[in-house]
Protein backbone atom coordinates (compact mmCIF):
# COMPACT_ATOMS: atom_id res chain seq x y z
CA UNK A 1 0.00 0.00 0.00
CA UNK A 2 1.62 3.49 -1.16
CA UNK A 3 1.59 5.76 1.64
CA UNK A 4 0.12 9.06 1.51
CA UNK A 5 1.29 12.08 3.78
CA UNK A 6 -1.58 14.42 2.81
CA UNK A 7 1.17 16.88 2.94
CA UNK A 8 1.26 20.10 0.86
CA UNK A 9 4.22 20.46 -1.89
CA UNK A 10 6.41 23.02 -2.21
CA UNK A 11 9.77 23.52 -3.65
CA UNK A 12 10.69 19.86 -3.87
CA UNK A 13 9.83 19.00 -0.27
CA UNK A 14 6.59 18.59 1.58
CA UNK A 15 4.89 20.94 4.20
CA UNK A 16 2.17 20.43 6.47
CA UNK A 17 2.06 23.76 8.81
CA UNK A 18 -1.89 24.05 8.52
CA UNK A 19 -4.08 22.71 11.00
CA UNK A 20 -6.94 22.49 9.37
CA UNK A 21 -7.48 18.89 7.85
CA UNK A 22 -9.50 17.66 4.95
CA UNK A 23 -10.96 14.40 4.34
CA UNK A 24 -11.16 12.51 1.31
CA UNK A 25 -14.44 10.72 0.10
CA UNK A 26 -15.78 7.41 -1.29
CA UNK A 27 -17.96 8.72 -4.03
CA UNK A 28 -19.96 6.08 -4.03
CA UNK A 29 -20.55 5.61 -0.48
CA UNK A 30 -20.04 8.78 0.88
CA UNK A 31 -17.55 7.35 3.62
CA UNK A 32 -14.38 8.90 4.72
CA UNK A 33 -11.76 7.03 3.77
CA UNK A 34 -8.86 6.53 5.66
CA UNK A 35 -6.64 9.87 4.51
CA UNK A 36 -6.86 13.53 5.26
CA UNK A 37 -4.87 16.14 3.65
CA UNK A 38 -3.52 19.21 5.08
CA UNK A 39 -4.89 22.46 3.97
CA UNK A 40 -2.20 25.09 2.92
CA UNK A 41 -1.90 28.21 5.31
CA UNK A 42 -1.33 31.65 3.92
CA UNK A 43 2.13 30.81 4.74
CA UNK A 44 2.38 28.00 2.59
CA UNK A 45 0.53 29.54 -0.35
CA UNK A 46 3.08 32.29 -0.46
CA UNK A 47 6.14 29.96 -0.01
CA UNK A 48 4.83 27.82 -3.12
CA UNK A 49 4.38 31.17 -5.28
CA UNK A 50 7.65 32.25 -3.97
CA UNK A 51 9.52 28.80 -4.61
CA UNK A 52 8.12 28.85 -8.18
CA UNK A 53 9.09 32.39 -9.17
CA UNK A 54 12.37 31.37 -8.54
CA UNK A 55 12.35 27.97 -10.42
CA UNK A 56 11.14 30.74 -13.50
CA UNK A 57 14.60 32.02 -14.38
CA UNK A 58 16.34 28.81 -14.63
CA UNK A 59 13.64 26.92 -15.56
CA UNK A 60 12.95 29.18 -18.69
CA UNK A 61 16.39 28.89 -19.94
CA UNK A 62 16.11 25.69 -20.37
CA UNK A 63 16.10 24.00 -23.72
CA UNK A 64 13.22 22.62 -25.97
CA UNK A 65 15.22 19.24 -25.89
CA UNK A 66 15.28 19.19 -21.86
CA UNK A 67 11.87 19.88 -21.39
CA UNK A 68 10.85 17.53 -23.97
CA UNK A 69 12.78 14.83 -21.10
CA UNK A 70 10.81 16.04 -18.40
CA UNK A 71 7.19 15.85 -19.89
CA UNK A 72 8.75 12.37 -21.24
CA UNK A 73 9.50 10.90 -17.83
CA UNK A 74 5.90 12.38 -16.74
CA UNK A 75 4.54 10.61 -19.04
CA UNK A 76 6.63 7.28 -18.12
CA UNK A 77 6.02 7.91 -14.44
CA UNK A 78 2.19 8.36 -14.84
CA UNK A 79 1.88 4.93 -17.24
CA UNK A 80 4.20 3.37 -14.19
CA UNK A 81 1.19 3.54 -11.72
CA UNK A 82 -0.55 0.55 -10.96
CA UNK A 83 -3.78 -1.36 -9.89
CA UNK A 84 -4.07 0.30 -6.58
CA UNK A 85 -4.08 3.52 -8.06
CA UNK A 86 -6.78 2.63 -10.51
CA UNK A 87 -8.65 1.59 -7.53
CA UNK A 88 -8.23 4.71 -5.72
CA UNK A 89 -9.23 7.46 -8.52
CA UNK A 90 -12.24 4.87 -8.76
CA UNK A 91 -12.80 5.25 -5.08
CA UNK A 92 -12.63 9.06 -5.12
CA UNK A 93 -14.51 9.51 -8.19
CA UNK A 94 -16.86 6.63 -9.18
CA UNK A 95 -15.70 6.68 -12.11
CA UNK A 96 -15.38 2.85 -14.03
CA UNK A 97 -11.85 1.72 -14.03
CA UNK A 98 -11.68 1.51 -17.99
CA UNK A 99 -12.56 5.34 -18.01
CA UNK A 100 -9.66 5.77 -15.71
CA UNK A 101 -7.03 3.37 -17.37
CA UNK A 102 -8.40 5.27 -20.91
CA UNK A 103 -7.71 9.19 -18.73
CA UNK A 104 -4.39 8.14 -17.91
CA UNK A 105 -3.29 6.72 -21.43
CA UNK A 106 -4.78 10.39 -22.74
CA UNK A 107 -2.72 12.41 -19.80
CA UNK A 108 0.13 10.95 -21.03
CA UNK A 109 -0.06 10.52 -24.39
CA UNK A 110 -0.68 14.68 -24.03
CA UNK A 111 2.85 14.66 -22.14
CA UNK A 112 4.33 13.23 -25.14
CA UNK A 113 2.90 15.08 -27.85
CA UNK A 114 3.68 18.06 -26.29
CA UNK A 115 7.66 16.63 -26.11
CA UNK A 116 7.42 16.35 -29.44
CA UNK A 117 5.96 19.67 -30.06
CA UNK A 118 9.60 21.11 -27.58
CA UNK A 119 11.62 18.86 -30.50
CA UNK A 120 10.38 20.19 -33.55
CA UNK A 121 10.28 23.75 -32.07
CA UNK A 122 7.54 25.99 -33.73
CA UNK A 123 6.23 26.77 -30.55
CA UNK A 124 8.99 28.87 -30.41
CA UNK A 125 6.70 31.29 -33.30
CA UNK A 126 10.05 32.49 -34.94
CA UNK A 127 10.65 35.30 -36.69
CA UNK A 128 13.06 37.05 -38.89
CA UNK A 129 13.03 40.26 -41.30
CA UNK A 130 16.55 41.03 -41.73
CA UNK A 131 18.16 44.55 -42.13
CA UNK A 132 17.50 45.98 -45.05
CA UNK A 133 20.56 48.88 -45.40
CA UNK A 134 19.19 50.29 -48.21
CA UNK A 135 15.78 50.54 -48.55
CA UNK A 136 14.17 53.71 -48.96
CA UNK A 137 13.17 56.15 -47.94
CA UNK A 138 14.47 54.97 -44.20
CA UNK A 139 17.02 51.08 -43.99
CA UNK A 140 15.45 48.85 -41.57
CA UNK A 141 16.99 47.26 -39.00
CA UNK A 142 17.31 43.43 -37.99
CA UNK A 143 14.36 42.20 -35.96
CA UNK A 144 13.65 38.84 -34.78
CA UNK A 145 10.91 37.61 -32.69
CA UNK A 146 10.09 34.28 -30.60
CA UNK A 147 8.06 33.50 -27.50
CA UNK A 148 8.89 32.97 -23.95
CA UNK A 149 6.85 31.95 -20.86
CA UNK A 150 5.26 34.23 -19.19
CA UNK A 151 6.64 33.05 -15.70
CA UNK A 152 4.90 30.64 -12.61
CA UNK A 153 1.19 29.78 -13.47
CA UNK A 154 -1.60 28.85 -11.19
CA UNK A 155 -4.00 26.00 -12.63
CA UNK A 156 -6.84 24.39 -10.81
CA UNK A 157 -7.95 21.01 -11.11
CA UNK A 158 -11.17 20.40 -12.59
CA UNK A 159 -13.70 18.19 -11.11
CA UNK A 160 -14.89 15.52 -14.08
CA UNK A 161 -11.53 14.53 -15.39
CA UNK A 162 -8.91 13.68 -12.10
CA UNK A 163 -6.20 12.82 -14.61
CA UNK A 164 -6.53 14.76 -17.49
CA UNK A 165 -7.71 18.13 -16.30
CA UNK A 166 -6.03 17.85 -13.27
CA UNK A 167 -2.56 17.41 -11.15
CA UNK A 168 -0.80 16.21 -14.33
CA UNK A 169 -3.40 17.44 -17.00
CA UNK A 170 -4.02 19.96 -20.19
CA UNK A 171 -3.30 23.19 -18.22
CA UNK A 172 -0.13 22.12 -16.22
CA UNK A 173 1.36 20.73 -19.53
CA UNK A 174 0.67 23.55 -21.32
CA UNK A 175 2.46 25.34 -18.55
CA UNK A 176 5.34 23.36 -17.88
CA UNK A 177 6.00 23.33 -22.34
CA UNK A 178 5.90 26.71 -22.25
CA UNK A 179 8.61 27.27 -19.89
CA UNK A 180 6.74 27.92 -16.95
CA UNK A 181 6.64 26.52 -13.28
CA UNK A 182 3.70 25.10 -12.08
CA UNK A 183 1.47 25.91 -8.47
CA UNK A 184 -1.51 23.55 -8.78
CA UNK A 185 -4.67 23.78 -6.62
CA UNK A 186 -5.56 19.97 -5.96
CA UNK A 187 -9.71 19.62 -6.31
CA UNK A 188 -11.25 18.47 -3.44
CA UNK A 189 -13.20 15.79 -5.09
CA UNK A 190 -9.84 13.73 -5.60
CA UNK A 191 -7.02 14.74 -3.36
CA UNK A 192 -5.13 11.35 -3.05
CA UNK A 193 -5.30 11.03 -6.96
CA UNK A 194 -3.62 14.43 -7.10
CA UNK A 195 -1.15 13.34 -4.86
CA UNK A 196 -0.54 10.08 -6.49
CA UNK A 197 0.37 12.25 -10.01
CA UNK A 198 2.14 14.90 -8.08
CA UNK A 199 4.66 12.57 -6.46
CA UNK A 200 4.83 10.98 -10.28
CA UNK A 201 5.62 14.83 -11.55
CA UNK A 202 8.29 15.23 -8.72
CA UNK A 203 9.89 12.01 -9.47
CA UNK A 204 9.91 12.82 -12.99
CA UNK A 205 11.34 16.67 -12.30
CA UNK A 206 14.13 14.91 -10.19
CA UNK A 207 15.32 12.64 -13.22
CA UNK A 208 15.69 14.78 -15.33
CA UNK A 209 17.66 17.60 -13.22
CA UNK A 210 14.42 20.20 -12.97
CA UNK A 211 14.99 23.16 -10.83
CA UNK A 212 13.28 22.68 -7.41
CA UNK A 213 10.10 24.43 -6.89
CA UNK A 214 9.13 23.56 -11.17
CA UNK A 215 6.10 22.27 -9.89
CA UNK A 216 4.20 22.69 -6.44
CA UNK A 217 0.89 21.82 -5.40
CA UNK A 218 -1.42 22.88 -2.38
CA UNK A 219 -4.58 21.85 -0.77
CA UNK A 220 -7.49 23.71 0.03
CA UNK A 221 -10.34 26.15 -0.59
CA UNK A 222 -9.78 30.07 -0.03
CA UNK A 223 -5.50 29.41 -0.64
CA UNK A 224 -6.87 29.25 -4.98
CA UNK A 225 -8.05 33.36 -3.99
CA UNK A 226 -4.64 33.81 -2.20
CA UNK A 227 -2.98 31.86 -5.20
CA UNK A 228 -4.48 34.04 -7.90
CA UNK A 229 -3.45 37.28 -6.07
CA UNK A 230 0.18 36.45 -5.22
CA UNK A 231 2.91 38.93 -7.52
CA UNK A 232 4.48 35.62 -8.22
CA UNK A 233 1.97 34.09 -10.64
CA UNK A 234 1.57 35.69 -13.73
CA UNK A 235 -1.03 33.77 -15.23
CA UNK A 236 -4.15 31.27 -14.20
CA UNK A 237 -5.88 28.20 -15.99
CA UNK A 238 -9.10 26.96 -15.03
CA UNK A 239 -11.44 24.18 -15.89
CA UNK A 240 -14.70 24.71 -13.57
CA UNK A 241 -17.94 26.70 -13.36
CA UNK A 242 -18.55 30.11 -14.88
CA UNK A 243 -19.28 31.03 -10.91
CA UNK A 244 -15.80 30.30 -10.11
CA UNK A 245 -14.14 30.96 -13.59
CA UNK A 246 -15.40 34.30 -13.37
CA UNK A 247 -14.74 35.27 -9.75
CA UNK A 248 -11.44 33.99 -10.50
CA UNK A 249 -11.15 36.70 -13.67
CA UNK A 250 -11.98 39.76 -11.26
CA UNK A 251 -10.02 38.92 -8.78
CA UNK A 252 -7.00 38.84 -11.42
CA UNK A 253 -7.98 41.78 -12.93
CA UNK A 254 -7.94 43.85 -9.31
CA UNK A 255 -4.30 42.76 -8.85
CA UNK A 256 -1.90 46.19 -8.90
CA UNK A 257 -0.36 43.65 -12.17
CA UNK A 258 -3.25 42.69 -13.85
CA UNK A 259 -2.76 38.85 -15.01
CA UNK A 260 -4.43 36.39 -17.60
CA UNK A 261 -7.06 33.94 -16.58
CA UNK A 262 -7.31 31.58 -19.36
CA UNK A 263 -10.93 29.47 -17.45
CA UNK A 264 -13.12 27.23 -19.23
CA UNK A 265 -16.14 27.52 -17.83
CA UNK A 266 -19.85 26.97 -19.14
CA UNK A 267 -21.10 25.44 -21.87
CA UNK A 268 -24.31 24.12 -23.26
CA UNK A 269 -22.92 22.83 -26.66
CA UNK A 270 -26.26 23.16 -29.03
CA UNK A 271 -26.90 20.25 -31.79
CA UNK A 272 -29.02 21.51 -34.82
CA UNK A 273 -31.05 18.75 -35.79
CA UNK A 274 -31.52 18.98 -40.14
CA UNK A 275 -34.78 17.93 -41.38
CA UNK A 276 -33.04 15.38 -44.09
CA UNK A 277 -30.98 13.79 -41.83
CA UNK A 278 -34.37 13.34 -39.93
CA UNK A 279 -35.89 11.94 -42.48
CA UNK A 280 -33.44 9.55 -43.38
CA UNK A 281 -32.09 8.10 -39.86
CA UNK A 282 -34.13 10.45 -37.24
CA UNK A 283 -34.12 7.14 -34.44
CA UNK A 284 -29.99 6.07 -35.38
CA UNK A 285 -29.69 10.20 -34.43
CA UNK A 286 -31.79 9.73 -31.41
CA UNK A 287 -29.90 6.41 -30.07
CA UNK A 288 -26.45 8.58 -30.89
CA UNK A 289 -27.34 11.51 -29.09
CA UNK A 290 -29.01 9.67 -25.75
CA UNK A 291 -26.00 7.83 -25.32
CA UNK A 292 -23.87 11.26 -25.93
CA UNK A 293 -25.66 13.05 -23.42
CA UNK A 294 -24.94 10.18 -20.75
CA UNK A 295 -21.75 9.09 -21.57
CA UNK A 296 -19.88 9.75 -17.81
CA UNK A 297 -22.80 10.07 -16.45
CA UNK A 298 -23.35 13.47 -18.16
CA UNK A 299 -20.35 14.63 -16.78
CA UNK A 300 -18.56 16.36 -19.67
CA UNK A 301 -18.11 20.09 -20.85
CA UNK A 302 -19.13 19.01 -23.84
CA UNK A 303 -22.48 17.42 -23.30
CA UNK A 304 -24.82 18.26 -25.49
CA UNK A 305 -27.05 20.20 -23.62
CA UNK A 306 -29.73 21.95 -26.35
CA UNK A 307 -31.27 20.44 -29.48
CA UNK A 308 -32.80 22.85 -32.32
CA UNK A 309 -34.84 21.45 -34.85
CA UNK A 310 -37.46 22.72 -37.32
CA UNK A 311 -41.29 21.55 -36.91
CA UNK A 312 -42.05 18.47 -38.29
CA UNK A 313 -43.61 14.74 -38.09
CA UNK A 314 -40.03 13.47 -38.00
CA UNK A 315 -38.15 15.93 -35.04
CA UNK A 316 -41.79 14.93 -33.49
CA UNK A 317 -40.85 11.48 -34.01
CA UNK A 318 -37.29 11.72 -32.76
CA UNK A 319 -38.22 13.44 -29.83
CA UNK A 320 -40.44 10.80 -29.19
CA UNK A 321 -37.69 8.25 -29.57
CA UNK A 322 -34.82 10.09 -27.83
CA UNK A 323 -37.64 10.71 -24.61
CA UNK A 324 -38.07 6.61 -24.38
CA UNK A 325 -34.72 5.88 -24.26
CA UNK A 326 -33.80 8.36 -21.77
CA UNK A 327 -36.88 7.12 -19.81
CA UNK A 328 -35.26 3.66 -19.86
CA UNK A 329 -31.50 4.68 -19.44
CA UNK A 330 -29.79 3.64 -16.04
CA UNK A 331 -29.39 6.40 -13.13
CA UNK A 332 -25.40 7.17 -12.54
CA UNK A 333 -23.52 7.76 -9.24
CA UNK A 334 -21.98 11.15 -9.84
CA UNK A 335 -18.33 12.23 -9.28
CA UNK A 336 -19.75 14.00 -5.27
CA UNK A 337 -22.65 14.49 -3.59
CA UNK A 338 -22.20 18.44 -4.17
CA UNK A 339 -21.83 17.55 -8.12
CA UNK A 340 -26.01 15.53 -7.52
CA UNK A 341 -26.58 18.41 -5.52
CA UNK A 342 -26.45 20.65 -8.00
CA UNK A 343 -27.70 18.48 -10.83
CA UNK A 344 -31.18 18.32 -8.20
CA UNK A 345 -31.02 21.99 -8.09
CA UNK A 346 -30.61 22.29 -11.98
CA UNK A 347 -33.78 20.39 -12.64
CA UNK A 348 -35.85 22.23 -10.17
CA UNK A 349 -35.04 25.04 -11.76
CA UNK A 350 -36.01 23.66 -15.21
CA UNK A 351 -39.11 22.31 -13.50
CA UNK A 352 -40.68 24.85 -12.06
CA UNK A 353 -40.30 27.50 -15.17
CA UNK A 354 -43.63 27.79 -16.62
CA UNK A 355 -41.69 27.97 -20.64
CA UNK A 356 -40.47 24.58 -20.05
CA UNK A 357 -42.10 21.33 -19.55
CA UNK A 358 -40.51 17.39 -18.71
CA UNK A 359 -40.56 15.29 -21.84
CA UNK A 360 -38.26 11.92 -20.51
CA UNK A 361 -36.68 10.76 -17.31
CA UNK A 362 -37.39 8.78 -14.39
CA UNK A 363 -37.74 10.75 -11.00
CA UNK A 364 -34.69 11.22 -9.11
CA UNK A 365 -34.30 9.47 -6.05
CA UNK A 366 -31.45 7.61 -3.87
CA UNK A 367 -27.95 8.74 -4.17
CA UNK A 368 -27.65 8.81 -8.14
CA UNK A 369 -28.88 11.06 -11.22
CA UNK A 370 -31.35 9.75 -13.81
CA UNK A 371 -31.02 11.50 -17.32
CA UNK A 372 -33.43 14.29 -18.24
CA UNK A 373 -35.24 15.97 -21.01
CA UNK A 374 -36.96 19.22 -21.31
CA UNK A 375 -38.72 21.03 -24.20
CA UNK A 376 -38.59 24.58 -24.08
CA UNK A 377 -40.78 27.41 -25.86
CA UNK A 378 -38.71 29.23 -28.58
CA UNK A 379 -39.71 32.49 -27.28
CA UNK A 380 -37.40 31.73 -23.99
CA UNK A 381 -34.35 31.03 -26.41
CA UNK A 382 -35.39 34.44 -28.38
CA UNK A 383 -35.91 36.93 -25.54
CA UNK A 384 -32.58 35.55 -23.96
CA UNK A 385 -33.97 33.58 -20.80
CA UNK A 386 -30.49 33.35 -18.92
CA UNK A 387 -32.07 29.74 -17.10
CA UNK A 388 -32.26 28.02 -20.95
CA UNK A 389 -28.55 28.71 -21.53
CA UNK A 390 -27.11 27.58 -17.68
CA UNK A 391 -25.70 24.53 -18.12
CA UNK A 392 -26.73 21.65 -15.95
CA UNK A 393 -24.08 19.35 -15.17
CA UNK A 394 -25.25 16.15 -15.76
CA UNK A 395 -27.31 13.93 -17.92
CA UNK A 396 -30.07 15.94 -19.08
CA UNK A 397 -30.72 18.29 -22.19
CA UNK A 398 -33.46 20.66 -23.32
CA UNK A 399 -35.01 20.72 -26.98
CA UNK A 400 -36.17 23.29 -28.53
CA UNK A 401 -38.68 23.55 -31.32
CA UNK A 402 -38.58 26.19 -34.30
CA UNK A 403 -41.45 27.29 -36.48
CA UNK A 404 -39.08 27.25 -39.86
CA UNK A 405 -35.64 27.73 -41.59
CA UNK A 406 -35.95 31.88 -40.28
CA UNK A 407 -36.57 30.71 -36.91
CA UNK A 408 -33.47 28.70 -36.66
CA UNK A 409 -31.49 31.20 -37.79
CA UNK A 410 -32.53 33.63 -34.97
CA UNK A 411 -32.39 30.91 -32.57
CA UNK A 412 -29.28 30.44 -33.19
CA UNK A 413 -28.28 34.22 -33.21
CA UNK A 414 -29.70 34.32 -29.69
CA UNK A 415 -26.91 31.25 -28.53
CA UNK A 416 -24.19 32.59 -25.85
CA UNK A 417 -20.38 31.49 -26.57
CA UNK A 418 -20.15 27.74 -26.72
CA UNK A 419 -17.44 24.86 -26.98
CA UNK A 420 -18.95 23.02 -29.38
CA UNK A 421 -21.53 23.54 -31.92
CA UNK A 422 -23.10 20.36 -33.96
CA UNK A 423 -24.90 20.05 -37.36
CA UNK A 424 -26.83 16.53 -37.99
CA UNK A 425 -27.10 16.82 -41.41
CA UNK A 426 -26.97 14.84 -45.00
CA UNK A 427 -25.79 16.57 -47.89
CA UNK A 428 -29.13 18.70 -49.05
CA UNK A 429 -28.99 20.04 -45.51
CA UNK A 430 -25.64 21.40 -45.92
CA UNK A 431 -26.58 23.40 -48.65
CA UNK A 432 -29.94 24.45 -47.49
CA UNK A 433 -28.58 25.68 -44.56
CA UNK A 434 -25.12 26.67 -45.42
CA UNK A 435 -25.78 30.24 -44.38
CA UNK A 436 -25.49 29.05 -40.57
CA UNK A 437 -21.88 28.19 -40.77
CA UNK A 438 -20.87 31.68 -40.51
CA UNK A 439 -22.85 32.04 -37.88
CA UNK A 440 -22.04 29.49 -35.65
CA UNK A 441 -17.97 30.63 -36.04
CA UNK A 442 -19.14 33.23 -34.62
CA UNK A 443 -20.58 31.37 -31.13
CA UNK A 444 -18.20 28.32 -30.86
CA UNK A 445 -14.71 27.32 -31.15
CA UNK A 446 -15.17 23.71 -32.27
CA UNK A 447 -18.11 23.12 -35.41
CA UNK A 448 -18.89 19.54 -35.92
CA UNK A 449 -21.09 17.83 -38.47
CA UNK A 450 -22.80 14.40 -38.02
CA UNK A 451 -20.42 13.43 -35.36
CA UNK A 452 -20.86 14.10 -31.30
CA UNK A 453 -19.08 16.67 -29.55
CA UNK A 454 -18.16 14.34 -26.29
CA UNK A 455 -14.73 13.17 -26.59
CA UNK A 456 -12.21 15.75 -27.08
CA UNK A 457 -9.00 14.69 -29.59
CA UNK A 458 -5.89 15.78 -27.81
CA UNK A 459 -4.06 16.69 -31.45
CA UNK A 460 -2.26 20.21 -33.38
CA UNK A 461 -6.10 20.92 -34.39
CA UNK A 462 -7.94 21.01 -31.64
CA UNK A 463 -9.89 23.72 -30.36
CA UNK A 464 -11.21 23.20 -26.77
CA UNK A 465 -12.12 27.05 -25.90
CA UNK A 466 -14.87 29.65 -27.17
CA UNK A 467 -16.84 32.89 -26.74
CA UNK A 468 -17.46 34.07 -23.14
CA UNK A 469 -19.00 32.26 -20.98
CA UNK A 470 -17.54 29.00 -22.68
CA UNK A 471 -14.37 30.81 -21.55
CA UNK A 472 -12.79 33.66 -20.64
CA UNK A 473 -10.72 33.77 -23.60
CA UNK A 474 -11.56 33.14 -27.24
CA UNK A 475 -8.02 33.46 -28.29
CA UNK A 476 -6.65 29.77 -26.97
CA UNK A 477 -7.54 26.04 -26.24
CA UNK A 478 -7.36 24.39 -22.91
CA UNK A 479 -6.57 21.10 -25.26
CA UNK A 480 -4.24 20.26 -27.63
CA UNK A 481 -0.78 21.74 -28.77
CA UNK A 482 -1.65 25.11 -29.30
CA UNK A 483 -2.66 25.53 -25.40
CA UNK A 484 1.26 26.35 -25.14
CA UNK A 485 0.78 29.41 -26.53
CA UNK A 486 -1.56 30.78 -23.92
CA UNK A 487 1.38 31.01 -21.44
CA UNK A 488 3.71 32.35 -23.59
CA UNK A 489 4.42 35.99 -24.92
CA UNK A 490 6.28 37.06 -27.52
CA UNK A 491 9.64 39.17 -27.63
CA UNK A 492 11.61 40.83 -30.65
CA UNK A 493 15.32 41.55 -30.64
CA UNK A 494 16.24 44.95 -32.71
CA UNK A 495 19.72 44.84 -34.26
CA UNK A 496 21.29 42.40 -32.18
CA UNK A 497 24.27 40.71 -32.50
CA UNK A 498 24.41 36.73 -33.30
CA UNK A 499 26.03 35.79 -30.52
CA UNK A 500 23.67 37.32 -28.13
CA UNK A 501 20.03 35.90 -30.04
CA UNK A 502 18.66 32.56 -28.68
CA UNK A 503 19.31 29.49 -30.64
CA UNK A 504 15.88 29.93 -31.97
CA UNK A 505 17.00 33.11 -33.85
CA UNK A 506 20.39 32.61 -34.47
CA UNK A 507 21.47 32.63 -38.48
CA UNK A 508 23.01 29.02 -38.24
CA UNK A 509 19.54 27.66 -36.52
CA UNK A 510 21.32 25.22 -34.27
CA UNK A 511 17.72 23.40 -33.43
CA UNK A 512 16.88 23.57 -37.12
CA UNK A 513 13.17 24.43 -36.26
CA UNK A 514 10.45 26.49 -38.54
CA UNK A 515 10.92 29.83 -38.92
CA UNK A 516 9.00 32.68 -40.87
CA UNK A 517 12.08 34.63 -42.65
CA UNK A 518 11.37 37.63 -44.72
CA UNK A 519 8.20 36.76 -44.61
CA UNK A 520 8.26 33.26 -46.37
CA UNK A 521 9.06 29.40 -44.46
CA UNK A 522 12.61 28.89 -43.61
CA UNK A 523 14.76 26.73 -45.99
CA UNK A 524 14.67 24.43 -42.71
CA UNK A 525 10.91 24.14 -42.75
CA UNK A 526 10.35 23.41 -45.78
CA UNK A 527 12.83 20.92 -46.07
CA UNK A 528 11.32 19.62 -42.59
CA UNK A 529 7.47 19.58 -44.52
Known sequence: MTALLGHNFINGGRSAHGGVSLQSLDATTGEALPLSFM???????????VAAGNAYPAYRLTSAAQRALFLDAIADELDALGDEFIAMVCRETALPAPRIQAERARTSGQMRLFASVMRRGDFYGARIDRALPDRQPLPRLDMRQYHIGLGPVAVFGASNFPLAFSTAGGDTAAALAAGCPVVFKAHPGHMATAEWAALAIIRAAE????PAGVFNMIYGGSVGAWLVQHPAIKAVGFTGSLRGGRALCDMAAARPEPIPVFAEMSSINPMLMLPEALKVRGEKIAAELAASVVLGGGQFCT???LVLGIRSPEFSHFLDKLASLI??????TLLNAGGLCNFADGLKRLADHPGLHHRGGQSQQGGQAFA????ADVELLLNGDELLQHEVFGPMLVVVTVADSSQLQAAVQSLQGQLTASLIAEPADLQAFAHLVPLLEHKAGRLLVNS???GVEVCDAMVHGGPYPATSDARGTSVGTLAI?????????????DSLLPDALKDANPLG????????????ALIRS
Not at 207 to 210: A, E, I, L, S, V
Not at 513 to 524: C, N, Q, T
Open 485 to 497: NRFMRPICFQNYP
Open 39 to 49: EATRDEVDAAA
Open 327 to 332: DNHAPH
Open 452 to 454: YPT
Open 513 to 524: ISRLVDGAASRE
Open 372 to 375: QVYE
Open 303 to 305: KPG
Open 207 to 210: RTGM
